[in-house]
């Protein structure tokens, strides 16, 4: 019974103290909330408190112009005629976007291309050499005579692979870049076979 007693007496303290560190906690919260230093100009950071209502809020791309404050994305009655030379002519900017488009689907062609390569002469180094090894390991003659030529083939052979399976890897890296910098630049690769065997 006095443990009981005991348990009760301790459970309510318990309460009453993560209560007055609950109610503690609020007013510290309240306070820092006060004590809120104003973000500078060079970074500002937004929150539910001070999320601007009657404006729009960019979070992407440059500053907008001083100008452009009056009026958003409207050029002003009193322009010079410099910013109005700044505006870009849609075709003019559609004809840069598709100029921009064929080199880097140039590049990447010419990158896939020499990828090919690569692997056409690795795939034709390992034809040749498992011909080779079906030679010689069919004949018992010329495993006995050879042996130390075959090495010596073998070897380089090796050394041969290695050094094309490297830049075949070299390359195949390159053209991960070369798409990822693409993707970045706004370029989109599209399916080759998008429709062409579809009937």
Do not use: C
Not at 27 to 48: G, L, Q, W
Not at 59 to 70: E, L, T
Not at 120 to 137: G, V
């Amino acid at each position: 019974m006095k443990h009981s007693k005991y348990m009760a007496i301790g459970t309510l303290l318990l309460l009453g103290a993560s209560g007055a560190a609950a109610q503690s906690l609020g007013d510290y919260a309240r306070a820092a909330r006060k004590k809120k230093i104003e973000p500078t100009s060079a970074s500002r950071h937004f929150d539910n408190d001070n999320l601007p209502t009657n404006e729009t809020l960019s979070v992407v791309g440059p500053p907008p112009p001083a100008n452009a404050s009056a009026g958003q994305g409207t050029v002003s009655a009193s322009s010079t005629p410099a910013t109005k030379a700044a505006t870009v002519d849609p075709a003019a900017a559609a004809a840069e976007r598709q100029k921009t488009a064929d080199e880097w689907t140039k590049k990447l062609d010419q990158q896939k291309q020499k990828i090919d390569s690569l692997n056409h002469e690795l795939d034709l180094e390992q034809r040749e050499f498992r011909l080779r090894a079906a030679a010689y390991y069919g004949d018992a003659g010329t495993r006995l005579r050879n042996s130390a030529q075959f090495d010596k083939d073998d070897a380089q052979y090796r050394s041969d692979v290695d050094g094309k399976q490297k830049a075949l890897d070299a390359a195949r890296q390159e053209l991960d870049e070369m798409q990822e910098q693409a993707r970045k630049a706004g370029i989109v690769e599209k399916d080759k076979d998008d429709g062409s065997d579809k009937k």
